[in-house]
């Protein structure tokens, strides 16, 4: 149950920080690979990468990858926060007055949030690609072509195998 309870507070957040990572994604990607100056610029900063999507892609278009990124927040901090619970509950972060000792509870806290980090990954890979589709004339980096998270799951299976479903 701690797993669905974390899963489903993330995936409330997760409506409000989605517009925040597509607009990331698609910043950090403009000019990957080209020297400074050599590149167009489509975005300058956060306000005018914002209008400049909704201007060519619309408005909603700023909520690329929900789904996945739902799905994400769901995954990683279901099982990140129900580990946790679960070592708790089982008394294995606690001294034998039932205090919580630091270091294991930092070592709880790892082992939680790279559990969740390697359960996500492949859902993580598709939200990346479905944000940085972008329309022709504002597209930055490879484009893939997914129509959604299902369909690039997929895809990516089957052109490339479970070994590249990793994500940085």
């Known amino acids: 149950m701690d797993f669905i309870i974390a899963g489903v507070a993330a995936v409330g957040a997760g409506f409000f920080t989605n517009p925040l990572e597509v607009l ?9 690979l080209h ?15 914002s209008y400049t999507i909704a201007k060519h892609e619309g408005f ?7 789904s ?5 927040q769901f995954i990683l901090n279901g099982v990140r926060l129900g580990i946790y619970q679960s070592l708790e509950d089982r008394g294995l972060i606690l001294n034998s007055e039932g205090g919580t000792v630091f270091y294991k509870s930092v070592l ?18 598709v939200k990346t690609h479905l944000q940085t589709q972008g329309s022709e004339n504002i597209a930055v980096g490879f484009q ?3 129509r959604g998270m299902v369909e690039g799951l997929r895809i990516i299976f089957e052109e490339q195998g479970v070994g590249n479903w990793t994500c940085a």
């Open 24 to 32: 990331k994604t698609r910043m950090q990607l403009q000019g990957e």
């Open 35 to 49: 020297a400074k100056g050599q590149y167009t610029v489509h975005y300058r900063n956060i306000i005018h990468a």
């Open 60 to 66: 909603l278009s700023l909520q690329k990858g929900l």
């Open 68 to 72: 996945p990124a739902l799905w994400v």
């Open 108 to 125: 709880a806290g790892g082992v939680g949030g790279v559990a969740g980090q390697i359960a996500c990954s492949p859902v993580f890979l």
């Open 144 to 146: 893939h072509k997914h």
